[in-house]
Every structure is written in C-alpha cells, then in structure tokens.
C-alpha cells in the first residue's frame, strides 16, 4: 500500500505550504513532482521508512495556477509505484484562497426547526438526487465536502443512559450495525455522494456521529470506533474518501459553562481523540481526523485545548459571526499552531438571528465574512444544503434565496478564476 493525503486537498494560496502525508509498506523514498502540460515546474525528493507515516511541508510557491501532483514511490533505484492529483496553486498575499473551498452537506438535517425550508426535500431524495446534488456544488469550485453525520440522534451528553449496545439512533446508510433508519426515499445517499465525488475530484469527511451532542464517553469512544470501521469497510476505497469528521461538536470553552457537568470533563476529549486518531490511523494511516467546537471563550481555555489539539488534525471552529466584536482567529490559530493542528474555518452561511429557520446571507454578507478569515488556509461554509440550490434543482431546498445565492456566488467565482488568469476544469 502507497498513499500520499495532502492538506488542504485540493487547493492553496500560494502562501501555504502543504502538508504531505505519506504511507508504504516497502518504498523508502518518495519523488514529487509539480507538473503543468507535462513540464516539471518543481520537484522534491524525500526519504521514507517503510511501514511508518512521514508528514513533511513542501512550497508550490512557483507553481501558481492549475498544476499536476506526481507521485513516484521508489525502492532503492526501483519505482514502485506511480500516481498522481490535480491540484490548484492561487496567487495572493494572504493564506486564504479568499473562495469557498468546501462545505458540509446534510443527508438530513438534525433539527427541523432550523431546517424548515428544506429537510422535507431532503427526505425526498433518491441515491441519483444527491449525486447530482454534489455535482452541482462542484461547479460552484466547492471542493471539499463535510457530510454532518451519517446516524441520526436526538440525546445530549449526560442526559440519557445509552451504551454502544443499547444505542436507538437511525442510519442514513444500510449499516449492519444497529437496525434503526431514518426514513429516505435514498437507499444509501453515503455511497451516492462520495460516487459523485469521486467523478467531480472532490474530497469527503466522513462524519462519524452521531452518537449524542458533546459526548465523549468511553461508550461514546467505542460507538464511534465500530461506525468508523463500518464506514471504512463500505466506503474507504473511494478516490474522494478523504477522512474523518467527528460530528458531537464542543463549545469553546469546553464544559466550564455547560452545566451541571462537572468543568473537568474536558479530559474525556483528550482521551477520546488520542484514542479515535489511533484507531483511525490503523484503519487509514494518512487520512485526518477533523473537529468543529464553537470558538466562544476557545482562547481562555489554551492549556486544556492543548491537551486535545495534538490528536486532532484539522479544527474547524464556527461560530465568529455571531460575535464579531470578539474574533479571536488569531489567537486561536495560535494555539493550533503550536499544536500542529491545522486551523480552517467553519462559516456560517445562515442570517441571525437563524431561531425560526435557516435562510441564506446576502452575497455581499458573505463576502464580507470570506474576507474575515484571511489568515487561514481554508474556508469551509455551513452549508451548501438548503443555503445554496442550483437554479435548475427540482428540490425545492432552501427555496428561491439559496438560488439567488448558488447564481451569485457563481458569478463571483468565475470572475476569481478570470482574474487569476487561469481556469479550472469544469466537472
């Protein structure tokens, strides 16, 4: 086995330095090169051990555009192996692409509440629905897709007296694991997703959850360990199996203002990412774990999130614009700095008040918050479901303002990728 995970998956501003992470049962060393119509634009060479992961950093700075990755895996002066990915270098000052780089989807959204204008739509669709769901969103330059979960459950931590055993939550897939489903007109709308996916060159997070919201007991630990080797035994030999995300959520300052819960059961998540990460390494050693807590007080509570971060490979905290007199991007992409975890963002894509259903921001509202998280390498919106339909959709998610919104953002970015001089293949 021979695999190469970069991070991000597809696309950088040109101030990032990707990060590669490698895997081989026998190469020991690893030749990239950065193509563009068959010339090498640049190149590196580096060693590998074999039967361990090597994470390293490589600058495409001279690579601006759309370019081709290569891979070639040696043994001594033997090639292995070969393969390669496309990839997209973007010219700027900043570390943000200044686009949407990806977005979480639902199969069916948690709350009906917040989705009122779309979940019933949800529900109506078939395997070939969500496929052409994905494929539409790939056109918007939406490359990264986070499913939200792929288990439905109502239960908040500390609040019911589930086991792994005993768990009453409803699948969106046809798991083998527990019988409960959630009632779909889509047999198995995991599978369509990451079918389409794999055809646009997109990049899925699984999201494994969800067991119960800020859970993160020992049997919160197993569940997610059984499901993720269910989600790997059905789906990991898709191209645009990407990694894991962990669905349970956590505020920022972790328990300390959730009560009656003790403060000190922070330290479950330590304990539970050091264990999940292990676990999901040896299912898929280069393929990351991903988070997403709110960012409410995250600075304040640095020493513990230090204790968590080192098992957690992307955090994606939400919440900034619900606050906007207190950001604390950079402070948090501190924290996660010193902990080799990558910071990307989760932006709400939804007006507040959002009490009475999410509807979509004005184009001009998101672009003001795009511009906000220009210090991080990836922005990633909540979510393209229900806040943005193609016009031509035959669901009815979101109505005619996630329309409004999919054709605006369209234009915008159309007119980024004619601005750079440069196009990207269209799927």
């Known amino acids: 086995m021979n695999t190469v995970t970069v991070i991000p998956a597809v696309r950088v501003s040109e101030q ?52 081709e990755l290569r891979f070639r895996f040696y043994r001594g002066e033997k ?21 949407i780089d990806g977005c979480w989807i639902s199969i069916c959204h948690w709350s009906e509440q917040e989705a009122v204008f779309f979940n019933s739509e949800l ?37 019911h007296e589930m086991t792994c055993g005993s768990y009453d939550g409803r699948a969106f897939y046809p798991s083998g694991l527990y019988p409960g489903r959630m009632p779909l007109a889509a047999r198995d709308p995991i599978e369509a997703v990451l079918r389409a996916a794999d055809r646009c060159g997109m990049h899925v997070l699984l999201g494994v959850g969800l067991f119960a919201w800020f859970d993160f007991s020992e049997q919160s630990l197993e569940w997610h360990r059984r499901v993720a080797r269910e989600l790997f035994q059905r789906y990991g030999g898709h191209a645009s199996f990407y ?4 669905s349970e959520e956590i505020m920022g300052d972790l328990y300390y203002s959730y009560m009656p819960h003790s403060a000190e059961r922070w330290k479950e998540l330590a304990v539970f990412f050091r264990e999940f990460r292990t676990f999901a390494q040896e299912l898929a050693p280069t393929k990351p774990v991903a988070f997403a807590p709110n960012n409410v007080r995250f600075h304040l509570y640095a020493e513990e999130w230090k204790t968590i971060l080192p098992f957690i490979d992307i955090l994606i905290p939400f919440a900034f614009a619900r606050d906007p007199e207190h950001l604390n991007v950079v402070q948090m992409k501190q924290i996660c700095d010193e902990c080799g975890t990558h910071m990307w963002v989760d932006m709400e894509m939804f007006r507040e008040p959002f009490e009475d259903g999410l509807v979509p921001k004005t184009m001009e509202a998101l672009l ?6 220009d210090a991080l390498e990836q922005c990633y919106g909540y979510q393209y479901t229900g806040l943005m339909n193609h016009p031509a959709s035959r669901f009815s998610l979101g109505g005619e303002p996630a329309k409004e919104l999919y054709a605006r953002y369209l234009q915008y970015y159309q007119a980024r990728r004619a601005a750079w001089g440069y196009g990207e293949k269209q799927q």
């Open 368 to 373: 003001r918050e795009i511009r906000q998280y």
């Open 16 to 67: 990032v330095q990707p990060e590669f992470r490698v895997f081989s049962h026998e190469a020991d060393a690893l030749q990239i090169d950065v193509l563009r119509g068959g010339c090498i634009l640049l190149g590196c060479t580096r060693k590998l051990t074999p039967g361990k992961t090597s994470v390293f950093r490589y600058s495409l700075k001279g690579a601006v555009g759309d370019v």
């Open 243 to 246: 990694g894991w995300y962990v």
């Open 79 to 99: 090639e292995v192996e070969t393969s390669s990915a496309p990839y997209q270098v973007v010219p700027g000052s900043v570390p943000a692409t200044g686009l």
């Open 123 to 159: 529900k109506k669709m078939r395997d070939e629905d969500f496929e052409r769901h994905i494929e539409e969103m790939s056109l918007l330059g939406i490359r990264g897709v986070v499913i939200q979960n792929v288990f439905d459950s109502s239960h908040y931590v500390g609040r």
